[in-house]
């Protein structure tokens, strides 16, 4: 029955939400740098300063809720003497990223990994977590969106809903059937802060989130009084 029947007509409506909430975490990014004669002492000069950023992070305990260690170089600088080529000095980076839930934290962190030697502070960049709340609040607010236009739609034609048909999330290749709702989600971050020369912005306003779900339902209806 693509289309229903005359005696149970088909009601087909999509259910959208957007709601902006506050943000749970931040993200900063640090590149710590050196350069050197050879290649040993930027190494060991690198060394020395992804520690000195490291044990700064760390310090903050559980406020800083996760931190890597990303991309790691290092590579020669080259010059041209007379017909060849020659190693001028040696250019070493690496990247870390530190995760925060506590934004009272964030801003003396961050300026104090700006203070460090030839060290670069990418962020904040504010997020949802994974598992928030948030994300099923819209998916439920999309749901009842959905149930409320469609039950619109029957008393329009004074008729009422007699049983859901389908319940989709946007994109979805195949129908999820009744009772298994999950997804619909899409989550928009937005990014602050600069770099270095941002430092010292201390007080770090959180940019609230934006969490959008949409279904597609499909109800049967009792027939329209027409």
């Keep these: 029955m693509p289309f229903g029947t005359p005696e149970a007509p088909r009601v087909a409506v999509i259910g959208e939400a957007r709601l902006e909430v506050d943000p749970e975490i931040a993200r900063i990014g640090v590149t710590v740098s050196a350069r050197g004669a050879d290649r040993r002492a930027a190494l060991d000069d690198l060394t020395r300063r992804n520690a000195a950023a490291l044990e700064l992070i760390r310090s903050y305990g559980e406020a800083v809720e996760k931190v890597e260690t990303g ?20 250019q070493g980076s690496v990247r870390l990223s530190a995760e925060l839930g506590d934004f009272t934290a ?14 670069r502070i990418d962020g904040p960049w504010w997020a949802l977590r994974p598992d928030s709340p948030a ?5 439920r607010t999309a749901v009842r969106e959905a149930v409320q236009r469609a039950r619109e739609y029957a008393e329009a034609l004074g008729a009422r809903l007699t049983a859901l048909v389908e319940l989709a999330d946007q994109g979805a290749e195949q129908p999820v059937p009744y009772g298994a709702l999950d997804g619909g989600l899409r989550m928009a971050a937005f990014a602050g802060g600069g770099g270095p020369e941002s430092v010292p ?26």
């Design 71 to 90: 991309a790691f170089s290092i590579s020669p600088e080259l010059t041209r003497s007379g017909r060849g080529e020659r190693v001028r000095a040696y």
């Design 106 to 119: 964030l801003g003396e962190l961050t300026t104090r990994l700006a203070d460090l030697e030839l060290t």
């Design 135 to 139: 994300h099923g609040e819209a998916r």
């Design 201 to 226: 912005a201390l007080d770090l306003e959180p940019q609230r989130q934006t969490v959008q779900a949409q279904v597609t339902a499909r109800f049967l209806m009792s027939p329209p009084r027409l």
